[in-house]
C-alpha cells in the first residue's frame, strides 16, 4: 500500500490554477521528487501535504488516513501531522543556539526531557553537529545551517520528510556532499521523502521516482532511467539533460526540414530540404503535419561527407574540458553535438553530415 497518496488533488488561487487535479503515490522509505519549471506548482503542492495550504478539491491519504479533505471537510493540522520540513531559505533562528533550534519541535510537543535529550543526542551525531551544539546558527556555514534545518527536521522521527529546495543556496561541491548525507540519513531512519527541486541532476541522483510537472499538470512519473529514456512528450525530453529539436513538417509525401521562423499566421513552411530516409518518422508522428526531431548531443556522430545523413556546416566549436561542444547549422535550424576531446571532429566553419544514434520524434513543434 502507498503511503502518502494524493488523489486529484487541485489547488486554485483566484483564477490560476497552480496544481490540477494531481495524482501521486509514495511508497514507504520511497524518496520522490517533484520536478518542474517555476510556478508550476511544486511548493504549492509540498504546502498542501504539510497542511499549510488548503486544497480546492481531492484527498490526501497518509499511512491509509485521510489527513485532507474539502468535500468530507477533513483536515488535519501540521503539527499533528508530524512531518519533518526543511526550506529552501535556512528557517534558522540566529538567536537560539543550535541545540535550541533542534529542540524547538521537541518542546512545542511538551515531550518529557529524558525523551528530549535522547532524541537530540540523535540528530545532532546524524548531523555532524554534536560539537556545535552550543554555537550560534549565524556562525555556520550554509551546509551548517542546513544540515541544523535537517537535524530539526528529523528530531520529530518523521514518517515522511518534506524537502523544498533544501539545496539551492549551497554551492555546488557541498550540494554534492549533502545529496549524499540526505540518502544516508533516509537509509538510517527510513522516511519517506518527497523533494522539490528544479533542478534536474539532483532529482536524477536522488530519487527511485521522479514526477515531471508543467503548469500544475503532470507529465510524467517514472524512475529517473526511463524519464532520460523515455520522455513522455517533447517537455519532458526538453526538461531533462540537453536536447536538440529539428522542427520539421510534411509537404506532400515528403518530410521537410521546416524554416526557421513562423510565419506571421504562426504556421510552419517547409524549406524544401528533404529528411534522410532512415529519420523520417514511424506510425506515431504519421499523422501530424508538423512536428519534431529530438536528440541528446551526446548521441550524435559525425560522419564522412558521402554517407547518408544530416548535412550542416559547424558554426561554433568550443572546448570544454573532457568534451567538445559545436553549434551545427542544418537548414537554418542549430543543432548541438557534444563530443569527448580526442574524438576527431570538423572545425569551425567545416561543413559536415550528422548521424543521430538515438532519434526521438514528437509530434508537437516549437511553441
Ligand atoms: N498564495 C498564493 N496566492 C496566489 N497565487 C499563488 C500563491 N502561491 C502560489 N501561487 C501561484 O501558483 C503557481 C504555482 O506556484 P508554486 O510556488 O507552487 O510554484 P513552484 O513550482 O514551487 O515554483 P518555484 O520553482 O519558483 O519555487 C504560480 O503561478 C504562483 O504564482
Ligand atoms: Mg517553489
Redesign the pocket.
Known sequence: MSHVRLVNVT?R??S?T??DSLNMEIEKGECFS?L????????????MVAGF?DLTDGEIHVGGRLISSPKKNYYLPPEKRDFGMVF?AFAVWPHLSVYENVAFPLRIRNLPAAEIEKRMKDALASTNLTGAANDSPADLSGGGKQRVALARALAINPDVMLL??PLSSLDPHLREEMRFEIKDLQRKYGFSIIY?T?DQSEAMALSDRILV?KL?VVQQIDTPLEVYNNPANRFVFSFIGLSNFLELVRVGGRVVLAENRLTEDGLRRGTGIDLPPELVPGEAVRGAEAFSLASRPSEIDFLGAGESGLRGVVTRRAFLGEIVDYRVDVGGQEMRVQKGRRAPGPEAGEACVLRLNRPFWFAESAE
Not at 36 to 47: A, E, F
Open positions: 489547488k488561487f483566484g490560476v497552480a496544481v517533484m518542474g519549471p517555476s510556478g508550476c506548482g511544486k511548493t504549492t503542492t509540498l504546502r495550504e529552501q523544498d529546495e522539490v528544479h510537472m500544475g
